[in-house]
């Protein structure tokens, strides 16, 4: 198993109890610091604004711990895998697409690659055929949550939910398999109710190491390069061979992963999936808490 924090702490087991009651709660903890900053205000005067400084303190970590998709704040979360072996993860998000995907798969073929396809569940839903090709092909498929809303953070627990539920099941339904344990929300980004819904679904929550980015630089040449300059040894790189918005696509995504795997071929780079990665079975699903 790779040798990460994020890695040890998503697979040793539940945490003590406090410690996760805290993560779910630090919102409430920061209300409570705001709360008491203005009853100093209102009591002691201006000299009462003393008492918002805890509060002033825990909003760049909260803004951190949701906007940046590496943090572990609220949730463990893997970002790489063991940097002393010479592999990568390949991972693609908001597909499947019915013209892109194919053509990735394609590419991955011809070059003997696995990946893993974080998938969103009502795309894979409109086409199952996509599914069964993608685990035919040795690839493995993870959970984008059921509609990739960009509002997923401010939506609540029991919506979290909802939504990572709804999204295994279509995923089951379109494979015949139990559903998968991977997932990367959407964009990113995470806050208390996602990591507790998380928890409770026994999920094993997966960012990147190496942005492609590809949703800004739109030439196959140029992601190419920036991927071929910055890996290293077990790196998880972010792709996307869908899109979130319906009725656009990324064509450029294939040639792109072309370029990629021609790339980590000649300096001896071997493509993997997560689970693979990280010297697991993609069978292997923890339960709750861990």
Not at 207 to 217: K, V
């Amino acid at each position: 198993m790779a040798n990460t924090e994020s890695q040890s702490t998503s697979m040793s087991g539940p945490r003590p109890f406090p410690f996760r009651w805290l993560r779910w709660r630090l919102h409430h903890v920061f209300h409570g610091c705001l709360l008491l900053a203005i009853i100093g205000v209102i009591v002691y005067g201006w000299q009462g604004v003393l008492w918002s400084i805890p509060a002033l303190l825990m909003v760049p970590l909260l803004a951190d711990g949701m906007a940046r998709p590496a943090s572990n704040l609220f949730y463990p979360t893997i970002t790489h895998g063991a940097r002393g072996r010479q592999r990568v993860a390949l991972t693609f998000d908001d597909g499947p697409d019915p013209d892109v995907t194919p053509q990735v798969l394609d590419a991955l073929a011809d070059y003997g690659a696995r990946a893993t396809f974080f998938v969103i569940g009502k795309s894979l839903a409109a086409q199952p055929a996509l599914a069964h090709r993608m685990l035919a092909d040795g690839h493995v498929i993870g959970n984008h949550s059921w509609q990739h809303s960009r509002w997923q953070n401010f939506y609540s627990f029991r919506w979290q939910q909802q939504e990572i539920e709804h999204s295994l099941e279509s995923i089951a339904a379109a494979t015949d398999r139990a559903a998968p344990v991977w997932y990367r929300p959407p964009v990113g980004l995470k806050n208390w109710a996602m990591a507790r819904a998380i928890w409770q679904r026994g999920l094993i929550l997966v960012a990147w190491s190496l942005h492609s980015r590809d949703t800004r630089l739109q030439d196959a040449q140029a992601v190419a390069e920036r991927v071929l300059g910055k890996v290293r040894n077990g790196d998880i790189v972010l792709l996307h061979d869908g899109h979130d918005l319906p009725g656009r696509q990324r064509p450029y995504c294939a040639p792109a992963v072309r370029l990629i795997l021609e790339g980590l071929r000649a300096r001896g780079f071997e493509c993997v999936t997560v689970p693979e990665l990280l010297d697991l079975p993609d069978s292997e699903i923890p339960g709750p808490g861990t």
